[in-house]
């Protein structure tokens, strides 16, 4: 069994930055792609950003390309999510999840991933 948990989320001034991580435990993620997703209310869930288990290979949402950051630190089975130039549609839970078996790819589709985190809210002012 994996148990996702993230931190960073908070409140943040449009403009502004916050960095999300995502701690893994109950086994290694190393070989599995890992992916933020977010939902804002009232609006279905969407992708924000994947990264394959070599790092490789990187995946984001148009929305939030170059802007948001992905990256992994294996040794300590943490993803991560540097957020910078928030905007206030940026505002929902954020949520990571891991792919067990997907290969080295950093797919978007949320089925693709087996195991979820319980979500981090992230609020942007204007």
């Known amino acids: 069994q994996v148990r996702l948990v993230e931190s960073g989320g908070g409140l943040a001034q449009a403009g502004g930055s916050l960095r999300l991580s995502c701690a893994a435990s109950g086994r290694t993620l190393s070989s599995s792609a890992m992916g933020w997703f977010r939902q804002a209310p009232g609006k279905e869930r969407e992708f924000v950003a994947a990264i394959s288990w070599s790092a490789g290979k990187l995946n984001y949402a148009d929305s939030v390309k170059g802007r948001f950051t992905i990256s992994r630190d294996n040794a300590k089975n943490t993803v991560y999510l540097q957020m910078n130039s928030l905007k206030p549609e940026d505002t929902a839970v954020y949520y990571c999840?891991?792919?067990?078996?997907?290969?080295?790819?950093?797919?978007?589709?949320?089925?693709?991933?087996?195991?979820w985190g319980q979500g981090t809210q992230v609020t942007v002012s204007s």
């Open positions: 999840a891991a792919s067990i078996s997907i290969g080295d790819y950093a797919p978007p589709a949320s089925y693709n991933y087996n195991y």
